[in-house]
């Protein structure tokens, strides 16, 4: 008996209904598709239907029916972290950040890797493959492996060397590719349409996305269902907004919480096409992009899924906006110093942009605001500090010692 709420797929666009197979888009109308539930029983049972730890302690709200399907690597349980130093320095009454460094290959991907790749063997499939700026790569990899799948993965030629080494370490296939993720993706695309692997690329798979939500779940069950006023979220393809909006919906559905909380997505300025058209109130226009320090948000066409931001932004009146990357990285360091929290740009790119929608008064600041920090800073490339070393002798380094805290 399987405890998977999970009753149907349905069209955002048209609202036609399916039964739960694999299946991309819908048929009438080629719309993307999303998971509905059995609201009843959520309803009556409340979040006593959860019990265990990590992601698959949602799985009542995860489309995985048989346990023997559910992958895991340890990931979800991420810690929200109250973030008084750092919130008394923007001027904000409090800032809650969810820190999803921890997971096991250090990023938010981790959370979609694991429905994915427990899709694929529900499905029945014997590979998987993605197309990756470095951090999705790592995680179907590292998932595909721990399912004992094979995973071809490829991966941006610009990744970082801590990716590049984690996912040929895991990954039983590599292919490097030249040029961004747009320029590949849309003809990987057609290959997941003769369904040759399991789809495990951002666009359309929608088994893929929903382990994402457990990130709405965790914030709502770490506030006590009392959820942050905002909740400022990484968007590159739009999979994480999309599924985090989704799972405060669900909830409110369901009665669990009062209100669904500002959905604010956050964008590179090199990669901006969602938060440009937000701001313009006009439609999507696909961007030719180069590189940004923000290598898990480069994406400058997020197709259909970027619609869906839109149109979730609009209806919900939510916010976006967009950092350049030197404000990435002057974000990264004030939080490395006020919190001790390590980020990677991709990461932190959430609190720089929630940096400048304070500035710009676009945010309360007496409201209670969570950002969404989605990977960790060890897997970062950049030039370490000077590793001139002094040699040591008693004397000088007592001395050192002194002054040093005498400052
Ligand atoms: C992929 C990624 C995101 C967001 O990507 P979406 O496709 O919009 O979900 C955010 N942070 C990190 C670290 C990522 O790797
Ligand atoms: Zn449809």
Redesign the pocket.
């Known amino acids: 008996m399987t405890d998977s709420l999970a009753r149907s797929l349905a069209c955002i666009d048209c609202g036609a209904s399916y039964p739960l197979t694999y299946r991309l888009e819908c048929e009438r109308c080629r719309g993307l598709l999303e998971l509905r539930y059995d609201l009843e029983r959520r309803r009556t049972a409340g979040p006593a239907i959860f019990s265990g730890t990590g992601l698959w302690r949602y799985s009542p709200v995860l489309p995985i029916s048989d346990p023997a399907h559910r992958v895991t690597l340890g990931e979800g349980g991420t810690p929200l972290l109250d973030c008084p130093r750092l919130a008394k320095e923007l001027g904000v009454r409090r800032l809650l950040l969810k820190c999803?460094g921890p997971n096991p290959t250090g990023?938010?991907?981790d959370r979609?890797s694991a429905t994915a790749i427990a899709a694929a063997l529900q499905f029945g499939y014997r590979a998987t493959s993605v197309v990756s700026?470095?951090?999705?790569g790592s995680?179907v990899a590292a998932y595909s492996a721990r399912a004992g799948l094979r995973s071809l993965i490829f991966a941006y030629e610009r990744a970082s060397a801590p990716k590049l080494l984690h996912m040929a370490a895991t990954t039983s296939d590599l292919i490097i590719y030249k040029g961004v993720y747009d320029d590949l993706i849309s003809i990987w695309d057609r290959l997941v349409e003769e369904k040759l692997f399991f789809d495990c690329g951002?666009s359309r798979n929608a088994y893929k996305?929903e382990g994402?939500k457990t990130l709405a779940y965790e914030i709502a069950e770490q506030t006590a269902f009392a959820p942050p006023d905002a909740v400022v979220?990484?968007?590159?393809?739009?999979?994480?907004?999309?599924?985090t909006a989704r799972g405060f919906r669900e909830m409110r559905e369901a009665g669990w919480i009062a209100q669904v909380p500002l959905m604010v997505a956050a964008q590179a300025t090199r990669a901006n096409a969602i938060s440009r058209a937000f701001r313009e109130g006009a439609a999507i226009t696909p961007l030719k992009i180069g590189y940004t320090v923000?290598?898990?948000?480069a994406?400058g066409n997020?197709g259909k899924?970027g619609d869906w931001?839109l149109r979730l932004l609009r209806e919900g009146k939510g916010i976006a906006g967009d950092a350049e990357d030197d404000e990435i990285l002057a974000a990264q360091r004030r939080l490395a110093r006020a919190e001790g929290i390590w980020a990677?740009p991709?990461?932190v790119?959430t609190l720089a942009v929630l940096i400048k929608l304070l500035g710009a008064k676009q945010l309360d600041p007496a409201q209670t605001i969570c950002a969404?920090i989605?990977?960790t800073g060890l897997k970062t490339e950049a030039e370490p500090p000077s590793r001139q070393g002094t040699a040591f002798d008693d004397d000088s380094l007592r001395r050192l010692v002194t002054e040093r805290l005498a400052k």
């Open positions: 999803d990023t938010v991907k979609s700026s470095g951090n999705a995680s951002a996305q994402k979220t990484p968007v590159a393809v739009g999979e994480t907004f999309i599924a923000a290598e898990g948000l994406a997020p899924k931001v990677g991709t990461g790119a969404i989605s990977e």
